[in-house]
Structure formats: C-alpha cells, structure tokens
C-alpha cells in the first residue's frame, strides 16, 4: 500500500525549497515542481565551479536564488545575486551561471500562449 505523501504534489504545503533538493559533489542537480504549457518551476543545485554556458531562450525566465551566491552573467554583464534576491532573464539575451560556491536557485520559466 502507497504511503499517503507518495501522490502529493512537493509543494502542497509549507516547505523551505531548499529542502527539496540536495547538492552532489561535482554535478548540477534538477527537480521540476510544475510543467505547465505556459511555464515551468524547477529547483537546481550547483556544486562549486559548476554551471551553465551562455545560451539564450525564446522565453523570459526568473531565477530567484534560495542557497548561497550565483554568477549571473546576462547580456554580458555579470551580475553576484545571493539568497533571497531574483534576476530576470529576458527572452532571446544570453545568458550564463557559475557556482562560485555552491548554491540553489528556482527557475521560473514564463511562456508565452501560442495563437
């Protein structure tokens, strides 16, 4: 038989993100929360000297940072964003990361509806 919390959504009730999910040695870790046509919420977590090569979306993104510091570099300005702060990614600039130490952010991926 199923535990009761083996369906529930993560976030159903109250809890700190950075609980959900955990650092590992040398990698970039993942989880998405919601998958929605219009967007996206998913938690990564970067080990120190980790992270993402410039790149660009179609879409605007947010990144609110929930552990430790990021290197945010967006059109070629970088940016220190610590715990507790957000940084817009607009559409179709690009735009890097990099752990200068080890750190866990919510990206929050905005769709725009096709039509």
């Known amino acids: 038989m199923p ?11 109250p809890v700190p993100l950075h609980d959900l999910l955990a650092y590992q040695e040398g990698s970039v870790v993942s989880r ?14 970067f ?3 980790e992270g993402l090569s410039e ?21 070629g300005k970088e940016n220190r964003v610590e715990a507790g702060q957000a940084l817009l990614l607009p559409a ?12 866990k952010m919510l990206l929050v991926m905005i769709r725009e509806r096709e039509g």
């Open 92 to 103: 179709n600039i690009p735009h890097a990361l990099t752990a200068p130490a080890p750190f």
């Open 47 to 49: 080990d120190k000297g």
């Open 55 to 75: 790149h660009s979306t179609a879409h605007d993104a947010v990144v609110y940072i929930v552990d430790g510091e990021a290197a945010i570099t967006v059109g």
């Open 3 to 13: 535990e009761a919390n083996e369906s529930r959504h993560p976030l159903s009730e």
């Open 32 to 45: 998405t929360l919601v998958k929605k046509a219009t967007g996206t919420l998913t938690l990564f977590a």
